[in-house]
């Protein structure tokens, strides 16, 4: 008992941290797609695939926090980290070869998505050491 009494202590705080990392993925999101034109982006990659795997990494968020709700806390911490991976892909487009020129808010998103997964990451790791000493 006492395990699950240290998570959901930090139950609000990480809740925040979810929440921090939606709004920064859905600013980014929304961004890109319209200016995707402007974005780096490799061929392939069309428009619509940015929105559906937008709606997929944000359903893996919502089930991690359901399974948390549930008291299934080692689904849930793993979703949390595939979660918070799935939002740091957006530092891919510095992997492009592109001649389009990123702007400052391109820049800003992008890294303030990343930056919030990290959080979650570490808060995440965080509160397993503390659950499991």
Known sequence: MQNKAVLFKQH???L??????FIA???HYVHNIMYFEHYPEPDWLAANV???FWFIMT???????LCLAKQRIKHAM?????YAVMNMLSVLHYAVDSDNVMTTAMHVLIWLETVVAIWLIVFVAKTRLAITN
Do not use: E, P, Q
């Open 50 to 52: 940015v929105d559906y």
């Open 25 to 27: 993925s859905i600013l």
């Open 12 to 14: 609000a705080r990480l």
């Open 78 to 82: 793993w979703l949390l980290y595939l």
């Open 16 to 21: 925040f941290i979810v929440l921090a990392n």
């Open 59 to 65: 359903f893996v968020g919502l089930y991690a926090l």
